[in-house]
């Protein structure tokens, strides 16, 4: 199923579903695209050293939407209001 999601589609969602003064609705705008890393979880910033000094990736929060198609989704979501990558519940 992960083949037939269109990320581009679900960023648009995430747009829509948060507040106008969202500052990660306005690092989304211009998101560069991921990759798949496990059937399950499509990833934008590299965690192999996730949460340590220095890292790309240290996690602030988690949202949990829910896609009318998609079921739930959870956005982990980093300092600076970056989403690390999207996963699909419905996929685990």
């Keep these: 199923m992960k083949r037939d999601i269109d990320i581009q589609n679900v960023i648009e969602f995430i747009i829509y579903n ?10 989304l705008e211009s998101i560069s695209s ?13 965690s192999t050293h996730a949460n ?5 990736w240290i996690f602030k929060e988690n949202i949990i939407l829910e896609h009318p198609t998609l079921g739930t989704i959870v956005l982990d979501i980093l300092e600076k209001d970056q989403l690390g990558g999207i996963e699909f519940i419905t996929l685990i």
């Excluded at 948060?18 to 690092?27: A, H, V």
């Design 52 to 56: 340590k000094p220095g890292s790309k």
């Design 18 to 27: 948060l507040p106008e003064d969202s500052i990660l609705k306005c690092n």
């Design 34 to 46: 991921g990759k798949w890393q496990s059937k399950a979880y499509y990833r934008f910033v590299d």
